[in-house]
């Protein structure tokens, strides 16, 4: 079992940048992928970016390729989301996620959620 808590969300004007922090309990994160996700007002969650249990592998869905970067710290027990030239449209709660198995980096199936933290992105 994990545990999972972020934070870091806010209000940001279009084209600035953000820093989320998801830090997660227990001896054994340096074992687990690690993902964040997000979810907009009436949309259906979706995934945002993927880190290997290693650090040596990422995954990013094309709508935020180029913009933000995944990146974790496996002596303190947290994962990080660099978001920069935020849209508008990047606006969603943004959810940390951790599994133990071996899938691949394609596969949108976590485990553990954390509970989420609130980007808002204004014009």
């Known amino acids: 079992q994990v545990q999972l808590v972020e934070s870091g969300g806010g209000l940001v004007q279009a084209g600035g940048s953000l820093r989320l922090s998801c830090a997660a309990s227990?001896?054994?994160?340096?074992?687990?992928?690690m993902a964040w996700f997000r979810q907009a007002p009436g949309k259906e969650r979706e995934f945002v970016a993927a880190?290997?249990?290693?650090?040596?592998?990422?995954y990013y869905a094309d709508s935020v390729k180029g913009r933000f970067t995944i990146s974790r710290d496996n002596a303190k027990n947290t994962v990080y989301l660099q978001m920069n030239s935020l849209k508008p449209e990047d606006t969603a709660v943004y959810y940390c996620?951790?599994?133990?198995?071996?899938?691949?980096?394609?596969?949108?199936?976590?485990?553990?959620w954390g509970q989420g933290t609130q980007v808002t992105v204004s014009s």
């Open positions: 996620a951790a599994r133990g198995a071996r899938l691949t980096m394609r596969d949108p199936r976590y485990d553990y």
């Open positions: 227990g001896r054994t994160f340096s074992t687990y992928d």
């Open positions: 880190i290997s249990w290693s650090g040596r592998s990422t």
